[in-house]
DNA sequence: AATGAATGAGTGTTCATTCAT
DNA sequence: GATGAATGAACACTCATTCAT
């Protein structure tokens, strides 16, 4: 398994700097393979393709993404703790990663609409997550039993996610994480029961 | 001014389709042209370059959408009502001229980062427009004195356009503006007074 | 007779203006016509085509330039003045004129060998001028009976031309016609019995 | 170093042949890369741009051309022998190597004032070695001690390349090393002693 | 005669991918 | 496994010339 070897992760680190550092179309073979220390020819041993590097790197930094929300919403019982947590978590960790939210935000949309589409197969985790709180909530009396829940789950993730790239945009030149219990809260207001 | 020419309208139209029909990246400018039933050089009497194609492209068609939207929020006094006019259309809007939805959600999101700039300075009008009708909702005490205007805003645009590019991914395969008083419902609960 | 009517020359002026303050590639016949202030179509009642002009513009100067010297020469006896009155005019006839100066040395060097070589029968006017100024020379006995007509003109003309392509270059920026004497006792030195 | 590989000269040699059979504005880098055996891209590994195959060509050529006229005059001791010498290579060089008489004598010249302003800097070396033999005839006595360097040089320079271009536009059908002799003695003439 | 909008052929350069070593 | 030199397809833009008015 290609996945367990060094070099794999050392290729995927080195796009993701070489793309927030010049730019998704400016992110050439060469120069990865330059950043990653290896030659050109060594990329196409653990990838098939470029397109391959940039899924799998979506792959692996979503997949890590989606491990540690979930890991922190483990044990909580209400579902509006959870709502609230995950969004506090979707800022921080991309506050941390200043170079994985330049990536994700603006970078890796600039990719053809075929990459975008599977981009998309490996949010399906995330947004089910989301799903599931929703579920949750509705299940338990928090949220409306009318609650429409894909719509529902639309407005969280197209929320939090206009409000990152905002941030990214801005340079990320205020405090993320700090906005986010207020932008939890607005969110519940809409799914709460008056 | 080029704008009045008949020919300037009909590349802009061409383009629509052609990249819609195409993909961003396989639009060439010969394709346009083609489309546009001119010579390639007659672009170029009426655009600089290719970008200013997409540029001209994204003011023509954000200029009437905002145009339009503003139109129908005029003579209107509530600003709960205004805010769900403004989804109803933006919906209405993109859900009749379906190549520009698919342009403006995907395709035209592939450009790179400096055109992307370009763009969002024309979508500002918008912005602007959604933040006067929050202002207007706080001032009438329709919405909390708390509301912080740029998050509610964010709010707004990310779950509108996350719901438009969802309903776009899926081929258009349901009806939109079925789903807007749903949408203006929830996003007015995030913000309304308890 | 096109050559009568006043655009041609218009347009003969302006060329030599275009190409000298643009450069020979950057002056494209939209530029030449509107520094000629007529329509670029205009230009084609009077020329064939873009060559025609350099071609007629070349033959307009070069007719006077040779015709200027001829005159000059007449009703000179001795081949050595001639010789020295020939290099004194060139000179002068050419610093009085930059643009011309910049055009004939440098820029309408550029022009595709097709073009230099119908200039060059422009030129033979001029060369046959020299050549007549030799052969009296050698007959006279002022010139070395032994004198390769063929050699003496070369080295006369690749002189001369040499002489202003160096000046040209220097942005014309010390006195030509006060080197003309130097330079024609130099060539005399060459041809004379010694 | 690139100027070591042997892809590096087999690149330069085709632009030579290139140009020389099909013209300055018809050697296509398409058509070097096909002359050259190689790639359209590798080209690219070994150049700049286009650009840069013109000016290496001429400083390769012409580098050599300069180096092989000082080898034929070191061990000469008087200016009169080395300028008859430095004639007569020149000429033999060139009627050596018929294509890259055409490139240097016409087809080069088509190239822009750019590239020409940085051919002329690679002149400069020929120059001062012409500059130098002057200058030393007037020490030693050889030549007159008012001659003007810059002048006899341009004669100089001026007699040769006209002498070598006229025989390049009768397509080098008469023997042009024939000539050097009395083109030399010519030139000695203009300067010597009387 | 004069106009100027329209035409469309032509080309240097990049970069993902391959494969001989 | 690792290398990196070599490959070659693909494309925006210019400008001399035409021709309907």
Redesign the interface.
């Known amino acids: 398994m290609k996945r367990n070897k060094p070099k794999y992760h050392q290729i995927i680190d080195a796009a993701v700097v070489t793309i927030a550092e010049n ?3 400016q992110a050439q073979v060469a120069k990865i393979a330059k950043q990653a220390g290896v030659a050109d020819g060594t990329i196409y041993l653990y990838f098939k393709n470029k397109e391959d590097i940039l899924i799998s790197l979506f792959e692996e930094k979503m997949g890590s993404f989606v491990k540690k929300i979930q890991e922190a919403l483990a044990g909580k019982t209400e579902a509006a703790e959870k709502l609230l947590l995950l969004v506090d978590h979707h800022f921080s960790i991309l506050a941390e990663d200043r170079h994985l939210a330049v990536v994700t935000q ?2 890796l ?5 075929e990459l ?2 599977k981009i ?1 197969g490996v949010l399906k985790d995330y947004l089910q997550l989301i799903d599931e709180v929703l579920k949750e909530g509705v299940e338990k009396g928090e949220f409306r039993p009318s609650l ?1 829940i ?3 789950r ?2 969280i ?7 990152v790239t ?1 941030w990214v ?1 801005n340079d990320q030149k205020y405090d993320l994480p700090a ?1 986010s219990s ?2 939890g809260e ?2 519940l ?4 029961i ?1």
Chains 1, 2, 3, 4 share one sequence.
Not at 157 to 163: L, P, V, W
Request: glycine share 8%; proline share 0%; net charge neutral.
């Open positions: 730019g998704y179309h603006l970078e949309r600039q990719s053809n609409k975008r589409l998309n429409n894909q719509l529902a639309q407005m993730f197209g929320t939090i996610d206009e409000t905002t945009m906005l207020e932008v607005m969110l207001n809409g799914f709460s008056r």
